[in-house]
């Protein structure tokens, strides 16, 4: 098995457990014409020189270069959309870009329709939006929620902690994540309850427009029992030690977050959106709010603040839906049987 990735930790440990790896230059949210015929010329390298007879493309921008790689005869490939991503949606998009939404969305139904691929999406709405970008190849788009997780035995739910609460925030420092309305959030309610808390694990990305930066980041970092944890390689530690994770995000695929706090049976108040809507029943397995609502967001904050047991309830009621539908056995073989399906289908190189 080959990986085609940018290089850093992560690609010397892939090759330390035995897969080749070749480097890609991915400039993930740019459209500078240069940075992509970079990767598109890496891409035609790596798989001119591997040979391989299954293509997986993670994410939009090597979904839409696949179709152009032209090394020979097309083995089949499966495409794992996990969100559509601001260049197809336009959002925080240049304004001058925003045109580009139209033809990114075209290209991307011209690289989904093509034969012997498949494509995998995450939730019911970017399945349903994949599948009308698919046209006649409808049928070869499927809905897996995820990658899937391993859960334990049985939820190990924290005992609640009546009057502290640690709320906690990871992911990537981008405005489409809803962190500036959390912080807004927190900020109304620990004026006037000073026994909560706020993480945020995550980091800015010069690369994706959404990103915020160190100027808009600033005045923000001088709000008391506001931790900023920045890149953290023990997430499933952090979220077993806060009382409650917080997914204020306006768009997402399936959030890996939301999975480990199902997990490790914490309770979430997450954006009501796709994404989090298939997992997360209001008052049954989590606390939702509309996208951007800051006041639906801190009155969320402070119930599970105010209401330590309530969280217990959710926490539980989260580990029990989600262990059903997205524990990583059944999740691994629909993953094995599409890739056996598509072998089956493509042309394998000689």
Request: contains cysteine; glycine residues 8%; proline residues 9%.
């Amino acid at each position: 098995m080959g990986v085609a990735c940018t290089c850093g930790p992560a690609a010397r440990r892939i090759r330390r457990e035995g897969f080749s790896v070749f480097p890609i230059d991915f400039c993930r949210e740019s459209l500078d014409p240069r940075a992509v015929f970079r990767s598109l010329g890496q891409i035609r390298k790596a798989v001119s020189k591997f040979q391989p007879d299954l293509l997986a493309a993670v994410a939009l921008r090597p979904i839409l270069l696949l179709p152009f790689i032209g090394t020979g005869p097309t083995p089949a490939a499966v495409n794992l959309l996990n969100g559509l991503g601001s260049l197809a949606s336009g959002t925080h998009l240049p304004a001058w870009l925003r045109p580009a939404s139209w033809w990114l969305r075209s290209l991307l139904g011209f690289a989904i329709s093509r034969a012997n691929v498949w494509t995998v999406t995450q939730n019911e709405a970017d399945y349903q939006e994949a599948r009308r970008l698919a046209g006649g190849a409808s049928g070869r788009v499927l809905k897996i929620p995820g990658t899937g997780i391993s859960f334990p035995a049985r939820p190990q739910v924290a005992r609640p902690r009546t009057g502290r609460t640690r709320f906690l925030f990871v992911g990537r420092l981008l405005r489409d994540k809803g962190i500036l309305e959390l912080l807004e959030a927190f900020l109304r309610i620990s004026k006037s309850h000073p026994n909560t808390f706020l993480e945020v694990i995550g980091t800015i990305d010069p690369a994706n427009p959404a990103s915020l930066t160190p100027a808009d980041l600033q005045p923000w970092k001088e709000i008391p029992k506001v931790s900023w944890l920045g890149h953290r390689q023990d997430v499933p530690k952090r979220i077993k030690a806060a009382d409650c994770v917080v997914i204020p995000s306006y768009r997402e695929g399936l959030p890996r977050v939301l999975l480990e706090a199902a997990a490790a049976a914490r309770p979430v108040i997450v954006s009501d959106i796709p994404g989090c809507r298939e997992l997360v029943d209001p008052g049954k397995t989590g606390l939702t709010f509309t996208p951007r609502n800051i006041s639906e967001l801190a009155a969320a904050m402070e119930q599970i603040h105010l209401q330590p047991t309530l969280g217990k309830k959710l926490a539980l009621g989260l580990f029990r839906k989600v262990k059903k539908k997205c524990d990583v056995a059944p999740i691994g073989k629909a993953y094995e049987n599409l890739f056996r399906r598509a072998l089956r289908t493509g042309h394998p190189r000689g």
